[in-house]
Antibody, heavy 119, light 113 residues
């Protein structure tokens, strides 16, 4: 069955960077896009960007442009999201999600990775 | 950006009764070339990621109970739970994928009365 397994929780200081991994299984990695969505405490879900796992092209939310990098390693069938220059407002659960059939909605989600930014 | 606004923010419904959640987009999410509404509903329970319930505004995801239904077009959408069960307690989100940035509603918290 399809699963997306993310890396574990992180605690970072302001100004640092964090890199979260997402390893799907149960399907051909390169056939589906992977999106990254975050959920800050008490806030709505927030889209950060996506990557075409086959071609490697990306698109980012303008809010995170310049601070976020989404990449993939096809040999490891893993996607990554790196967020730099962290601030306390970046404390959130970060999810990867599979885009269903190039449609734009998400049929499978990772379990989430809590990133805490604190001095 | 397309702003998604849900109503109400929270809702308490008796077991077996109908629950209705509304979602309004700041611009139409109906793509005229294929007549599809780029609108999805998710259910999120505490400590879990969101779960896909409805896509294309009204198509139920495989395995989702048929008490869940979606309706609407253009800018106004509704998620209906026909007969509330205890396991339906959750936060429900609408999402538009008509264009980027993909945006979500603020969520509606559904509880048992």
């Amino acid at each position: 069955q399809v699963q997306l397994v993310q890396s574990g929780a992180e605690v970072k200081k302001p100004g640092a960077s964090v890199k979260v991994s997402c390893k799907p299984s149960g399907y051909t990695f390169s056939n589906y896009a992977i999106h990254w969505v975050r959920q800050a405490p008490g806030q709505r879900l927030e889209w950060m960007g996506w990557i075409n796992a086959g071609k490697g092209n990306t698109k980012y939310s303008q809010k995170f442009q310049g601070r976020v990098t989404i990449a993939r390693d096809t040999s490891a069938s893993t996607a990554y999201m790196e967020l730099s220059t962290l601030r306390s407002e970046d404390t959130a659960i970060y999810y990867c999600a599979r885009e269903s059939r190039s449609s734009g909605y998400y049929d499978y989600w990772g379990q989430g990775t809590l990133v805490t930014v604190s001095s | 950006d397309i702003v998604m606004t849900q109503s109400p923010d929270s809702l308490a419904v008796s077991l077996g009764e109908r629950a209705t959640i509304n979602c309004k987009s700041s611009q139409s999410v109906l793509y005229n070339s294929n007549n599809k509404n780029y609108l999805t509903w998710y259910q999120q329970k505490p400590g879990q990621p969101p779960k896909l319930l409805i896509y294309w505004a009204s198509r139920r995801e495989s395995g989702v109970p048929d008490r869940f239904s979606g309706s609407g077009s253009g800018t106004d959408f509704t998620l209906t739970i026909s007969s509330l069960q205890a396991e339906d307690v959750a936060v429900y989100y609408c999402q538009q994928y008509y264009n980027t940035p993909i945006t979500f509603g603020q969520g509606t918290r559904l509880e048992i009365k």
